[in-house]
């Protein structure tokens, strides 16, 4: 009996760690999982509601949920708070809390909140709080209209900023499906000192987009396809590293001091009737020019059908060597060509969902990259078919310094043991280079 004591007393060796380690264990659990600790014993009955992230998430049991997130803060003593997220989308849910939110941004902000995450319908986020836009502790913000709020219409939300904004600690700011009122949104992003990482998601027509922040290294715009209208992008950021654009009909396009520039993700549409718009041109060939010094690329099919489609020379990237290139509808060989010669020092090539992908060769050019530097050749989402095969044979016989072809296959054993013999067996430039069947 002595024995099994001991034995039971070291099992139980987790409840006698200090509340300390204990809550940075309880932060890590969804805030429903951390809820149910409390019957584990009477000493971790309320300990939940003190950890360091709060994670809300209104469900359907609407009334249960306001009385839970009131109950947490009432048992939390004064505790502060790293990361606070909020999730409320139903208009059921609205009615009930609306008197809440305020008072709960609110109480998060006088314990030094230093993450917030806002998901909520268009009607409750307009309620934030004015001080919320001076809060000094705040490091992550992160507000976005919850796709439920426009089912009833009023799918646009305007984010409105105080004149007084300043966030001093800010460092990641996301705006996601938001309309911006006036100029309000140059007014928030220059009083952001410490600006690092800025995403911002339109679904209106007409938009324009300015952003001058010295701080700032990541950016990604992206914006809803399909709209009537005409929208604008002015960057200015000496200090951007990494640029996504995912936008549709963009007819200005600036981009100035952004020499520091070195990943980009491109995938830029317009309407079939603009694309012989000039204005147009210009925007495309504007943005070209602003990451030619690039040396990570990431670009859909698509867009480099449109490039070739509409008559824009692409800029000689000299400086990439990782090109990952991804398809969204059918597109041909002679794409692929036109952005592989710009890349005069590209090691690395990924291609996805070749599958879609027309072989029309037609007349092969030189291209640099092939004979003199590319080292590595990944083909994702395989299938095996004559035209993807056709396309494994053009890179084998053309990549003369190639180390390391890697194909992963999409399908079942006996297809990729059939596509292996099949790819095995193709001649190869490269005295020294691998292909590896995943």
């Known amino acids: 009996m002595a024995e099994m004591g001991k034995q039971c007393s070291g099992m139980d060796n987790f409840s006698r760690l200090p509340d300390e380690l204990v809550l940075c264990i309880i932060s890590l659990l969804p805030m429903k999982d951390a809820a149910r600790t409390s019957i584990l014993s009477s000493r971790w009955r309320y300990l939940y509601a003190s950890s360091s992230n709060l994670d809300f998430d209104s469900g359907s049991n609407y009334i249960d949920f306001v009385e839970f997130v009131d109950r947490v803060f009432f048992l939390r003593k004064g505790c502060r708070i790293n990361r606070f997220c909020l999730r409320i989308c139903c208009t059921e849910t609205r009615d009930s809390c609306v008197s809440r939110i305020r008072e709960w941004i609110i109480a ?12 909520l319908d268009t009607e409750l986020l ?35 900023v105080p004149a007084n904004v300043c966030l001093p600690s800010l460092k990641v700011l996301h705006l996601v499906d938001f309309t911006f009122s006036d100029d309000c949104h140059k007014r928030l992003f220059s009083n952001c000192p410490v600006l690092e990482d800025l995403k911002c998601s339109f679904k209106e027509s007409n938009w324009k987009f300015v952003v001058c922040n010295p701080t700032l290294k990541r950016l990604t715009i992206t914006s809803s396809e399909n709209l009537d209208g005409r929208s604008e992008i002015v960057v200015d950021a000496p200090g951007l590293d990494y640029l996504e654009l995912s936008v549709w009909d963009v007819y200005s396009c600036t981009f100035l001091n952004v020499q520091a520039l070195t990943k980009a993700n491109v995938r830029f549409l317009c309407d079939e009737w603009d694309s012989q718009d000039e204005t147009y041109k210009n925007a495309v060939a504007n943005l070209m020019k602003a990451i030619s010094n690039i040396q990570t690329f990431h670009i859909c099919n698509s867009t480099l059908f449109e490039f070739n489609y509409i008559g824009i020379p692409i800029p000689k990237f000299n400086n990439i060597t990782h090109l990952t290139i991804a398809s969204y509808e059918v597109w041909g060989f002679p794409e692929l060509q036109y952005i592989l010669a710009a890349c005069t020092s590209l090691e690395t090539l990924v291609l996805k969902d070749t599958f879609e992908y027309e072989w029309h060769p037609g007349e092969e050019v030189e291209i640099n990259c092939l004979s003199f530097c590319m080292k590595k050749i990944v083909i994702l989402w395989f299938e095996g078919s004559e035209v993807e095969i056709e396309l494994a044979k053009y890179f084998l016989r053309s990549a003369k310094v190639l180390a390391s072809m890697e194909i992963h296959i999409k399908g079942g054993y006996q297809d990729q043991l059939e596509i292996t013999k099949e790819l095995l067996r193709l001649p190869r430039a490269s005295n020294r280079c691998i292909v590896d069947i995943v």
């Open 108 to 119: 998060v902000m006088r314990l030094d909140v230093r993450e917030l995450e806002l998901s």
């Open 126 to 160: 307009l309620l934030l709080p004015p001080s919320l836009f001076t809060c000094e502790t705040l490091v992550v913000l992160k507000l976005s209209v919850c796709p439920e709020s426009g089912e009833d219409g009023s799918d646009e939300c305007s984010l409105k």
